[in-house]
């Protein structure tokens, strides 16, 4: 499904991927774990297409498509999605608005069939409730005065609206207490099917007791050192990165 | 809605420069040459001036909107709302052969209320057009100025609040696109003590166009407990749009509250990152965030029909 080959990329002058190779197949999940500041974000953020960061090196292809090229909403249409870290607040769009033309765009690219205002309003209620999102969020500006947890449980809405091949999760469990955490999880784990796939960004072993993964990554410095299943997350959370970083230079 | 139809609304419908006699609610609408023999102590003789009186008797309460035509080289429109009297107009500019002058005269008698809408969608001419109201005590004159036709046009808006617990409330949206030049005068006089006045002017310009924004609020000496707000912002959406803002306050009295402020800015990448990420095409993201930067004055809006009539002509 998506496979990313030697990437290199920067942001200004400032070198960040040094060289990522990733290769996710439909069905699975795939963990990405790493101290601050190695990369993690911008990795998450160049597969969606965001426009601050340059390739300089290497390539992206997506259920075959090389994504150099491609917009961000071309990629959301082809089934790209992330959960932003910090999503952004826009006052004097509503929530509901911004939802139904965003799941509109797609199934429009995608040759579905759109949603009027009615179907709209029952197919994300519907939404709301397997993440428990209040429906007073839906009428309010997009992300205007969320709390911390309110915003990542709105990015959990879109992503269940959206319905993506490959979801990524930008540090979903940040901010979010246990009891969110769980019901996050458990939307999350409604998308879950043999034809779709997830990257989990996160600092943290316990998102991953919530949603498993098939895979854990370490990325350190730009670049991936240690691949493995999901005892890896555990080896981590005992001994820390700096075991690995010490490896990496022996 | 395109240019030069008329507007779709339950409305009463004038045309600049006739005469229509009583409507069955008591409005009068006359010609201000038949004004000038009937009403003599409000309209003196009009010299080469197309224009109108209409007048409001004391209680008498029109909701219906009364939308005006202003197509005429020189306007003269005269709205005169006797004590505790009610109207609500709408002043539509779409279409003339000539540049266009016009003056809009409205004067408040106690407790009277005029909510106020112009409609500026011209097509190539220029205007310049000034709006002078005048409130007694317990008035509330609210007015909303759409502008996005003309290729130059000039508006301006004094106020002077007579009264005392006046309250006048004056919003707007400007729209420039092409060579387009907007400019917008806003003056409030605070004559007496008691008064509310805001100003929530938004600008958005495109391309070359060009934006003015003078406002200002001047409070007497005595005019204490005055609460005036004054709020322009503007976004540019091309690198060679420009604009011009001058928010200013003179305050004489103490014992007032009085904000002021001015932005120009353009559309926040971040923001349109998110929506683009989550399928939307650029354009209509766009329009989405410039939709929301105008969310404000149009909001304001308190009259049902004049702000869906906003909403079909943006």
């Known amino acids: ?250 | 809605m395109s240019e030069g139809s008329q507007l779709k609304l339950d409305a009463h419908f004038i045309n600049c420069g006739q005469s229509y006699g009583q409507f069955p609610e008591g409005l009068i609408v006359l010609s201000l040459l038949d004004a000038a023999k009937t009403y003599p102590e409000l309209v003196a003789a009009p010299e080469n001036l197309t224009g109108n009186l209409i007048y409001v008797p004391q209680q008498v309460k029109i909701e219906k909107p009364i939308v005006i035509y202003n197509h005429a080289a020189h306007n003269h429109i005269l709205i005169v709302c006797d004590n505790d009297a009610v109207i609500n107009i709408i002043e539509d500019f779409t279409s003339s052969s000539d540049d266009i002058h016009n003056v809009t005269e409205i004067k408040l008698a106690p407790l009277a209320r005029c909510k106020h809408l112009v409609i500026q969608r011209l097509a190539a001419e220029k205007l310049h057009s000034q709006v002078r109201v005048e409130q007694q005590n317990n008035t509330i004159f609210e007015s909303f100025l759409l502008q996005k036709g003309s290729s130059l046009s000039e508006f301006e808006i004094s106020v002077n609040l007579c009264g005392e617990n006046a309250q006048t409330n004056l919003s707007g949206v400007f729209r420039g696109n092409g060579k387009q030049i907007h400019k917008q005068t806003v003056n409030v006089n605070h004559l007496v003590p008691n008064c509310h006045s805001s100003q929530l002017f938004r600008g958005i310009l495109d391309n070359h166009a060009q934006g003015f924004f003078y406002g200002e609020v001047e409070v007497l000496k005595n005019a204490i407990k005055t609460q005036a707000h004054q709020s322009n912002k503007n976004l540019l959406l091309s690198k060679y749009a420009q604009m011009t803002t001058c928010p200013q306050l003179q305050i004489y009295a103490d014992d007032v509250i009085c904000t002021h402020g001015a932005t120009v800015g353009q559309l926040e990448d971040d923001a349109l990152f998110y929506l683009q990420s989550r399928g939307i095409e650029y354009a209509d993201a766009k329009n989405l965030l410039v939709e929301a930067f105008m969310q404000e004055p149009i909001t304001s809006i308190t009259n049902g029909i004049f702000k869906q009539c906003c909403l079909e002509n943006l």
């Open chain 1, 1 to 250: 499904m998506l496979i990313v080959e030697d990437l290199y990329a920067n942001i200004g002058s400032q070198e960040i991927l040094k060289g990522i190779n990733l290769t996710i197949g439909a069905g699975e999940v795939h963990a990405i774990m790493g101290p601050n500041g190695s990369g993690k974000s911008t990795l998450s953020k160049i597969l969606v297409g965001h426009p601050a960061y340059n390739i300089t090196r290497g390539k992206i292809t997506f259920n075959g498509e090389d994504l150099s090229g491609f917009s961000p909403e071309e990629r959301a249409q082809l089934g790209l999605f992330l959960s932003f870290q910090y999503p952004v607040e826009i006052p004097g769009v509503t929530n509901i608005n911004f939802l139904r033309a965003a799941v509109n765009a797609v199934r429009k690219a995608q040759g579905r069939q759109t949603l009027d205002a009615i179907d709209f309003l029952s197919f994300i209620r519907e939404k709301c409730s397997f993440i428990a999102m209040d429906e007073s969020f839906l009428y309010r500006n997009i992300n205007e005065g969320f709390s911390g947890g309110e915003k990542k449980r709105n990015e959990m809405v879109q992503m269940l609206a959206l319905e993506p091949t490959l979801a990524i999760l930008d540090e979903t469990d940040s901010g979010l207490d246990i009891d969110a955490l769980k019901t996050i999880a458990e939307g999350v784990n409604k998308l879950r099917n043999p034809h779709n796939a997830m990257i989990v960004v996160t600092h943290y072993q316990r998102l991953l007791n919530y949603i498993e993964p098939d895979y854990v990554h370490v990325l350190a410095g730009g670049r991936i050192i240690k691949s493995g299943d999901k005892s890896l997350a555990l080896e981590l959370e005992e001994k820390g990165y700096g075991w690995l970083e010490s490896l990496e230079k022996v």
